[in-house]
């Protein structure tokens, strides 16, 4: 496969696995545009020959932060995003990256997740994305050391 085939599939699994009432999804020219920027990594988790689900990071000094990590509601509690945590984790490991960085909105359930996989809450932005009843919600930034 080339790599516009796996934007196909993470544009795929980007329809189905983000709630249109946030506005957290990206679109295809962001995706791309990222990608060119040769700091940008992906992972894919393959279910078969469909895709179950996918993250995109990006790689710092000493970090690399987790932009999305998706999974299609079919696949859901099946253990691909923890496949994908984990894909995660070894990449950064093999760039010799101290911790693994995200950032989320308070109140997305795969808080659960990332507390199970080892990331603890370092900071908070107040107010930083807008909800869809208008009001405000706070980002919180998670850490994972992995040294």
């Not at 995706?31 to 920027?37: F, I, M, N, R």
């Not at 509690?77 to 950064?92: E, I, K, T, V």
């Amino acid at each position: 496969m080339q790599p516009d085939d796996h934007i196909d599939l993470m544009m795929a699994v980007m329809a189905t696995a983000f709630d249109p009432a946030f506005g957290e999804a990206w679109n295809r020219r962001q995706v791309e545009d990222a990608l060119l920027l040769g700091n940008c990594h992906y992972g894919l988790a393959m279910a078969g020959v469909n895709c179950a689900g996918f993250y995109l990071a990006r790689n710092g000094f000493g970090e690399v932060e987790l932009l999305l990590l998706a999974v299609n509601p079919l696949h859901r509690r099946s253990g691909y995003a923890r496949q994908l945590l984990q894909d995660l984790a070894a990449f950064a490991h093999e760039r010799n990256a101290e911790r693994l960085l995200l950032e989320m909105r308070d109140g997305n359930p795969a808080e659960h997740l990332y507390r199970q996989f080892g990331f603890e809450v370092i900071g908070t932005r107040k107010n930083y994305y807008q909800r869809p009843d208008g009001s405000r919600g706070d980002a919180i930034t998670f850490a994972k050391p992995l040294v």
